[in-house]
């Protein structure tokens, strides 16, 4: 299959007054066309900027991109200009955002909001382009679209309002649709409805999906593929098959060992120790080594290289370099008790 | 585990309201007829969606709000009651809350320090400056943080470390029971996992109760004994916790149960979803009769005029639904 999406290398550090926060520090990753990835990490992993610099949404001052490049269509979404992006964005990229609240224009009927790309990227009549937005109001299954869309986004429910927002994503068939914790905002009930119209949506037009959660429940419901961020890098990624039941890099373990599992029983849950490193300062070696209860001398100040564990998995762990004493992941990172992974 | 008889009542929640006026004509119905029991040295979880009345239940249950109707009994006593301002400071001394979020409930301009001493003042619980400072360190010392953190200030605290403090105040003055609403929200899977911990070791060694506020399902089953399932204002069923996940009753608990993603992706292929339709009606103008019939996937004709009475359809499990009258 041909990649839709390729970075590599990528960097994006800002100024403060604090200094320079390195905040994503040479990240990897390939995009296929169809294909749900999903971005995992904690608040500060580096894993919204990344996603925003797709879209050049990171703002440049204080943000700088301190080097890699962002392929699509044979370009460098890096090198592009302000201008050239505003070609790109909303038409070929477009993104959805964790609160539907303030990223809806509150001065502005939904069906406007929607219409606005179509005229922009589409050339299409105010008429024909507000007709396309009964259209997708009802393909994200907002009901009575034809009065909807003439209302404005305090009108709408929570829930609503992702929806609407999914719609005005989706308005020029984008081939990349980046879903920034589209559903954190919401209940659970309403998380499963959202869930599942993404499904359904990635059905219907082909869009591949970038989705950033912190939920890995919301991975393992949603994602092919899976990238595991910490500390500003991607320290594991692979498909979901291998992160849930393969994972090599003790942080994943960490991740799976501190969910309560819902059928469970009550045993301490294993919290990870400490907290994530600071990236105006960040570690030399491996990010997570202060606080891996497996960390060796060399992860302090090495960054340890990918290991090709199969086709799909990567890890950059100095547990899997031959020198290094065997681990075996801890049994509470097992999801679904002994399930075999072939 | 004890059964549930040699259990003693530690709180008695009897048909509790909760009303705010918006406007002559609207009232808000936050809290609209609860009762349920909270017995000594468990771990009560209450859930719900959104605007469903949990946080508002936590804090008329503390007194934070004035009751509109009903009754809270801790210890026997009636909570809501004519008290003398010496009544509701030993009162207050036994009931403690966390809060939500870590960034807003401390306040940035006292050192931790005098924020986890603050009920010890209130209350006169230290004989000198020494035995104030003393407690405070050992209060720091056992959620986890050094004598030294004292010293600063909030905002020099990460998310985790905060609901520390916040843990520490709590503790301070010794109570016997905790409000914990939403403790663990705002916080990282990495770091919630440490601060679950914190609690359920305290409750241990202390003896403590808590009435634990979540949305979260999966964590509230794993911290609490039994757990009270809230839709608008009302509630929906109690069971203990391995019961209620075992064996949902009441429609809306199946549904809620059903729709948390489990971090396995071979369960999350094959499950069978309910999915509820449409969005929680407004607390303000809530359905007539049961207040789930607008979203339940089983609805009958008598659910719009009869709201379901609260009943014990097995033992220790309660529930308020039309499909388990007789």
Same mark, same amino acid.
């Given at each position: ?28 990753? $390939? =995009?296929? @066309? /169809? ?5 995992? &990490?904690?608040? !500060?992993?580096?894993? *919204?900027?990344?996603? %925003? ?22 370009? $460098? =979404?890096? @090198? /592009? ?5 505003? &070609?790109?964005? !909303?038409?070929?990229? *477009?993104?959805?955002? %964790? ?26 009549? /105010? ?5 396309? &937005? ?209 | ?326």
């Amino acid at each position: 299959m041909s990649k839709l999406l390729e970075v590599k290398d990528l960097s994006i550090a800002f100024d403060t007054y604090g200094g320079e926060v390195q905040a994503v520090r040479g990240v990897t990753f $390939d =995009l296929d @066309e /169809k294909e749900t990835l999903a971005i995992v &990490g904690e608040s !500060g992993s580096g894993k *919204s900027v990344t996603a %925003q610099s797709l879209m050049r949404l990171v703002p440049m001052p204080p943000g700088k991109f301190a080097g890699g490049s962002i392929v699509f269509n044979e370009e $460098d =979404l890096v @090198e /592009k200009s302000d201008k050239q992006m505003e &070609g790109i964005r !909303g038409k070929d990229i *477009s993104m959805i955002f %964790q609160d539907p609240m303030t990223s809806l224009n509150p001065t502005m009927p939904i069906g406007k909001q929607i219409s606005e790309g179509l005229i922009k990227h589409q050339n299409m009549s /105010k008429k024909a382009a507000h007709n396309r &937005g009964i259209e997708l109001l009802k393909l994200v299954g907002i009901p009575n679209p034809e009065r909807r869309i003439d209302q404005y986004p305090h009108e709408y429910s929570g829930g609503m309002r992702q929806r609407a927002m999914i719609a005005i994503a989706l308005a020029c068939n984008p081939k990349i649709l980046i879903a920034d914790e589209p559903t954190t905002a919401l209940d659970v009930t309403i998380q499963a409805q959202i869930l599942d119209l993404m499904r359904d949506v990635q059905e219907e037009t082909g869009t591949a999906i970038i989705l950033i959660t912190h939920d890995l429940g919301v991975v393992a419901n949603a994602a092919n593929r899976v990238a595991v961020m910490y500390g500003g890098k991607i320290v594991e990624t692979g498909n979901v098959n291998e992160i849930f039941y393969n994972p090599k890099h003790p942080y994943t373990w960490g991740l799976l060992s501190s969910m309560p599992k819902i059928d469970g029983d009550d045993e301490e849950l294993l919290a990870i120790p400490g907290s994530p490193p600071d990236l105006a300062d960040p570690p030399k070696g491996c990010p997570f080594a202060a606080r891996c209860p497996y960390a060796m001398k060399v992860c302090e100040n090495h960054m340890p290289e990918y290991t090709h564990l199969s086709e799909t998995q990567q890890t950059a762990c100095w547990l899997l370099d031959e020198r290094a004493p065997d681990v075996e992941a801890p049994e509470s990172a097992m999801v679904g008790g002994t399930k075999v992974h072939e | 585990m004890n059964s549930i008889e040699e259990k003693e009542k530690l709180l008695e929640i009897k048909d509790l309201k909760k009303h705010f006026k918006l406007s002559r004509k609207q009232t808000l119905k936050a809290v609209d007829g609860i009762s349920f029991d909270i017995y000594k040295g468990e771990t009560f979880g209450l859930v719900g969606e959104s605007g469903c009345g949990k946080s508002t239940a936590g804090r008329t249950i503390m007194r934070l709000y004035e009751a509109t109707e009903g009754e809270v009994d801790f210890n026997g006593d009636n909570v809501h009651a004519k008290k003398s301002a010496k009544e509701l400071k030993s009162f207050n001394r036994n009931m403690q809350m966390i809060f939500q979020d870590p960034y807003a409930s401390l306040n940035p301009r006292m050192t931790v320090k005098d924020i986890i001493a603050e009920g010890i003042d209130i209350h006169g619980l230290a004989s000198s400056k020494d035995d104030r400072l003393n407690k405070v360190h050992a209060l720091l010392e056992i959620v986890g943080l050094n004598k030294e953190h004292g010293n600063r200030y909030p905002h020099e605290f990460s998310g985790g470390q905060r609901q520390r403090i916040g843990i520490a105040r709590a503790l301070a003055v010794s109570p016997q029971f905790i409000v914990a609403d939403e403790p663990i929200s705002a916080l990282d899977v990495s770091i919630q996992a440490q601060v679950v911990n914190i609690m359920k070791r305290l409750q241990k060694e202390r003896e403590l109760t808590y009435l634990f506020i979540a949305h979260d399902l999966s964590m509230v089953k794993h911290i609490s004994d039994r757990v009270g399932v809230m839709y608008l204002g009302k509630m929906a069923e109690v069971a203990t916790s391995d019961d209620l996940y075992a064996e949902p009753l009441h429609p809306y608990t199946q549904a809620l149960l059903s729709a948390v993603p489990i971090s396995d992706p071979e369960v999350e292929r094959t499950r069978e979803r309910i999915i509820i339709e449409g969005d929680v009606p407004s607390p303000v103008s809530p359905p007539s009769g049961c207040r789930f019939r607008t979203r339940c996937p089983h609805a009958m004709d008598i659910c719009a005029n009869v709201s379901p009475e609260w009943q014990e359809h097995k033992k220790d499990h309660w529930v308020a639904c039309h499909l388990y009258n007789e």
